[in-house]
């Protein structure tokens, strides 16, 4: 399976302009609210119309600004899921999950059994979309989409209006779904948890902008950009400059620090996950003396604003087991920033 997506579209306030393919995969589209991933799976899907570039699946056409071609939705033989799951409130689980099936009566009864089988809806076809839970809505939702063959599906943040428990749940049956259905997909979320458990690579848009574009492993170790940085998560950013080859001085934390890879020659910042930080006995490479300024309980962890002993730096956000912090019992410590976990910025 293969889609080649290349478009453009003017929105309110910014243009829309992404580039990227999928090949046998699951995409995660990731950014704040507002950046254009969704609209990005309405043009997919041919629900809105970029105003120029082309879409293709498979080697069809589904979108040509230049050939004059523009599929209907139907014709695309895309699996959309949307935010509200989108079911007809006025037919039955059957009914909707057979709505875009194709072939004889006796094909689409087997095919509903296969569907009720495989996502464990058997005795609720004959009930409609209000008597069921939010958990039964979004199974009967991905049901109809298989049901209907699609080469491709697109989920537009499939679990938003889930609690926690039952959105956990049903991300194990997406995972297993992913596996068994065989084809790609293209998923949107703010969540970069679910992105990264859900998907293979992920694409970073920002305003419209694709800012970043890599496996999960690599775009987390590495985001290529400051707002890349942000969206995954990353709470340390300072503005930085090269000072050798492997070193870099962090300006707002007042740290000068070696890197395991080169400092490009216009490095702007500097950045580390709050978890990569680690204790040690005493001062050394990488390893100031630091003063907890700030300490944060959470449901698991302590957060810890630390900044440079005697100094006025900004501090750092580091996260520490409880049992961790509750047995280090002072202030002041000595704190390892990894060498081979800075993320270095240029843009």
């Given at each position: 399976?293969?889609?080649?997506?290349?478009?453009?579209?003017?929105?309110?306030?910014?243009?829309?302009?992404?580039?990227?393919?999928?090949?046998?995969?699951?995409?995660?589209?990731?950014?704040?609210?507002?950046?254009?991933?969704?609209?990005?799976?309405?043009?997919?899907?041919?629900?809105?119309?970029?105003?120029?570039?082309?879409?293709?699946?498979?080697?069809?056409?589904?979108?040509?600004?230049?050939?004059?071609?523009?599929?209907?939705?139907?014709?695309?033989?895309?699996?959309?899921?949307?935010?509200?799951?989108?079911?007809?409130?006025?037919?039955?689980?059957?009914?909707?999950?057979?709505?875009?099936?194709?072939?004889?009566?006796?094909?689409?009864?087997?095919?509903?059994?296969?569907?009720?089988?495989?996502?464990?809806?058997?005795?609720?076809?004959?009930?409609?979309?209000?008597?069921?839970?939010?958990?039964?809505?979004?199974?009967t939702a991905f049901a109809r989409?298989?049901?209907?063959?699609?080469?491709?599906?697109?989920?537009?943040?499939?679990?938003?209006?889930?609690?926690?428990?039952?959105?956990?749940?049903?991300?194990?049956?997406?995972?297993?779904?992913?596996?068994?259905?065989?084809?790609?997909?293209?998923?949107?979320?703010?969540?970069?948890?679910?992105?990264?458990?859900?998907?293979?690579?992920?694409?970073?848009?920002?305003?419209?902008a694709l800012e970043s574009l890599?496996?999960?492993?690599?775009?987390?170790?590495?985001?290529?950009?400051?707002?890349?940085?942000?969206?995954?998560?990353?709470?340390?950013?300072?503005?930085?400059?090269?000072?050798?080859?492997h070193e870099l001085f962090a300006?707002?934390?007042?740290?000068?620090?070696?890197?395991?890879?080169?400092?490009?020659?216009?490095?702007?910042?500097?950045?580390?996950?709050?978890?990569?930080?680690?204790?040690?006995?005493?001062?050394?490479?990488?390893?100031?003396?630091?003063?907890?300024?700030?300490?944060?309980?959470?449901?698991?962890?302590?957060?810890?604003?630390?900044?440079?002993?005697?100094?006025?730096?900004?501090?750092?956000?580091?996260?520490?087991?409880?049992?961790?912090?509750?047995?280090?019992?002072?202030?002041?410590?000595?704190?390892?920033?990894?060498?081979?976990?800075?993320?270095?910025?240029?843009?």
């Open positions: 399976m293969e889609l080649e997506v290349k478009i453009r579209k003017k929105l309110r306030g910014f243009d829309l302009a992404v580039e990227f393919s999928v090949r046998d995969e699951v995409l995660a589209l990731l950014g704040a609210s507002g950046c254009g991933k969704s609209m990005t799976l309405k043009c997919i899907a041919g629900i809105e119309k970029p105003d120029e570039g082309r879409i293709l699946l498979n080697g069809r056409t589904l979108f040509d600004s230049e050939k004059g071609v523009n599929l209907a939705p139907q014709k695309r033989r895309v699996g959309y899921l949307f935010q509200d799951y989108a079911l007809f409130p006025n037919m039955t689980v059957a009914e909707n999950i057979t709505f875009s099936a194709r072939g004889t009566k006796e094909e689409k009864r087997k095919l509903l059994e296969r569907e009720l089988a495989r996502f464990s809806l058997e005795g609720l076809e004959n009930s409609y979309p209000k008597e069921l839970s939010g958990g039964q809505k979004q199974r989409i298989l049901a209907s063959d699609a080469e491709l599906l697109l989920l537009d943040e499939p679990f938003s209006a889930l609690d926690s428990y039952l959105k956990w749940q049903l991300e194990l049956e997406l995972l297993h779904l992913f596996d068994s259905y065989g084809r790609a997909a293209v998923l949107v979320s703010h969540d970069r948890g679910e992105a990264y458990r859900l998907a293979d690579r992920i694409a970073v848009l920002s305003s419209g890599g496996t999960k492993h690599a775009l987390f170790e590495q985001p290529g950009t400051l707002a890349a940085t942000l969206l995954t998560g990353c709470k340390n950013i300072s503005r930085a400059r090269r000072t050798a080859e300006e707002d934390w007042q740290i000068t620090l070696h890197s395991a890879a080169p400092v490009p020659e216009n490095l702007r910042h500097v950045g580390i996950r709050a978890h990569f930080f680690s204790l040690r006995e005493e001062a050394a490479e990488n390893t100031p003396r630091m003063e907890a300024v700030q300490i944060i309980e959470d449901a698991f962890s302590y957060l810890v604003m630390a900044k440079k002993a005697d100094s006025d730096a900004a501090p750092v956000r580091w996260e520490i087991e409880k049992i961790a912090w509750q047995g280090l019992g002072q202030k002041e410590f000595y704190l390892h920033f990894p060498a081979d976990r800075l993320i270095l910025l240029e843009r």
